[in-house]
């Protein structure tokens, strides 16, 4: 609708164009209609996000009043996973199954750009269609690590790759993202690697993390990874990753 036809509609116009608002803890944005009258549109579901809506911007935002990061593919399935953990799968499969989907649904609506989604939605896809029968944590680990590499790969790099080795990610890692490292700093490391070396990173990532789930701490995770790599458990993609082909 063109705005300058506004003013024929009998409509009354409910905000000024451009405006943006909270009706209780969504956010909604002003602008025309198909009958030319500018209305408020609703955007994103805050409480979904563990979030509040701010009047003053109308936008999502953390209960201390900061704006959270935007999400990148890596981080959406626990965004949705974190506000499902109220509800265990195991008592209630269905509850959980409907409130994850509503939460992947808010999440996807909080990405830095919509290529996140596109690579999120395609890792999803492998990994449901591969690793569906998948019984155990174990099962489902070794799936994606044989089935889904490359899959995982564009999500945590961004399907942005260069000429560095499989070596040089970890060092970058530890250099420039001490833990908690976010994702997009280590996602600044994956991306100056070639998309073998970060495919490599990953399969030797995940034989040792398949390596160690026992581990319940962060603690317990590193004592056991870095031992168990080198073993024969993981020597392939440890030879791989630090070896003459890294």
Known sequence: VDPSDAGTTTCTDACIQGQNGCDGNMTWTCDYNAEGCLTQF??????????????ATGTCKSPDGTTPDKLLCPDIL?????????????????GFSACAQSAL?????QVETQTEVTLFQTWLTCVQTACATAATDADFLECQRTQCLTQTSDCYSGGVYGAGQCGDID????????????????????SQATQDAVSAYFDLSMCGQGACLDATTQQELDACFQP????????????????DTG
């Open 42 to 55: 609703q955007g994103d579901n805050c409480a979904a996000l563990g979030q509040v809506c701010d009047p």
């Open 78 to 94: 626990g965004c949705a996973l974190d506000q499902c953990d109220h509800i265990d799968p195991a008592v209630d499969e269905a």
């Open 105 to 109: 649904t808010a999440c996807m609506q």
């Open 171 to 190: 060092g970058c890692a530890q250099a420039s993202c001490p833990p908690p490292a976010s994702t997009k700093c280590l996602r600044s490391c994956l």
């Open 228 to 243: 168990s790599v080198p073993t024969p458990v993981c020597s392939e993609q440890y030879t791989t990753c630090l070896g």
